[in-house]
């Protein structure tokens, strides 16, 4: 982020004085700026999760389609994904500045090798799952590294075995709350989870994602799944590298797709500094401004035409997968699709459902979620 606001403040002439609250997925940032909002003290701009993890904020944003949208060609570049991502009640007030993909599987190739898989053979859930048996009864490598400890990160399991299962416009239909119609998918994801957690590590429940990553890079585990924020884990890991040693497939099923999860910034209408506001704005939109950011972040632009030069050979990839997909979702576990209070009520559903594994209770809770 560093190197992104320098780039700003050396080509505008404008001087960012930067807050950084702690707090999962922006938690604390909505806290300090509806504070703020109130006493009538809005931020130059915020950093938030994109789609309705906004929401509460839209009649205080402004609509810059016409100021910020337009003038950096952003509407024709952006994906339809992040467009979607950036509107509340109709109108653009955000601008998406990266992209991450939720619906990928990463995987030591050795370990396959070990076991006589072979990925390009996994294009089915059941393909998968036998992946895994076959993982555990040929190797001492456990299958399918995961943390449980935090229940995002069982959510985001979940949504990507759930796209697959009940396909986008049932994904869709449970997104807009419609849980009663898609009860079959949903529960068959859960089963899915229960049985997958056999192959899970025997200390799922304490150890941190990055914990769980790093043992695909050790060579303790042969699959990883929590988004591609583990693509910094096992990049970290010296000797051991992309392509050779470790590779990416999407959740199969869901190759079609990029299910999205991004950061935006926002322009608040009562901002003591509407010129500044409106030119960084523009920046998060642009070409370089996206281009210097992912390329060090490991993210991809929302947008369609930055240059590829920059990029590591995963990232190019990815943006070469995106450019070929049908459609890019909004996430649930980052609040793109849901709102912040749905959201919580699902993760607290699933925390529930990793200690007991009953599948009545958590479709209960998932369903009462959106009451």
Known sequence: MAQFLSGFEDG?????????????????????????LLNENAPGSWQGLGGLDQIEFATALKDIESDVWEP??????YYE???????????????????????????NTNILDEAGVDPDSISTIDDLTAAFDQ????????????????????LATWESLFLSIAGLEKFRQFTDGDVASVESEVRETFELIQQYSEHF????????????????????????????????????????EFGD?????????????????????????????PEATQAYCRWCASVEGQEILNSIKGSIPPRSDVPQDEFSGYQVEQMESIADTEAQPLTITFTHAVNPDVSSSLKEAMGTFTSNQNVDEAYTGFRDAFE
């Open 135 to 154: 993982i555990a009864s040929e190797t001492d490598a456990t299958p399918f590294a995961k943390s449980i400890s935090e229940p995002w990160t069982m």
């Open 12 to 36: 505008s002439g404008i001087s960012v004085s930067e807050e950084t609250p702690s707090g999962q997925g922006g938690a604390n940032v909505r806290t300090i700026v509806r504070q703020r």
């Open 81 to 107: 994904g992040a467009q979607e991502a950036a509107q509340l009640d109709g109108e653009y007030k955000q601008v998406p500045t990266n992209l991450h993909r939720i619906n990928s599987l990463y995987y």
């Open 245 to 273: 040693d470790w590779n990416w497939m999407t959740v199969p099923g869901t190759e079609d797709y990029f299910l999205n999860v991004m950061d935006t910034f926002v322009y608040p209408k009562n901002t003591p500094t």
């Open 72 to 77: 950096e060609g952003a509407k024709e570049a």
């Open 201 to 240: 590590p025997n200390d799922a429940n304490s150890i941190a994602w990055p914990e769980a990553a790093a043992r695909v890079g050790n060579g303790d585990a042969a699959f990883y799944h929590n988004g591609d924020f583990a693509v910094g884990v096992l990049l970290g890991i010296d000797g051991f």
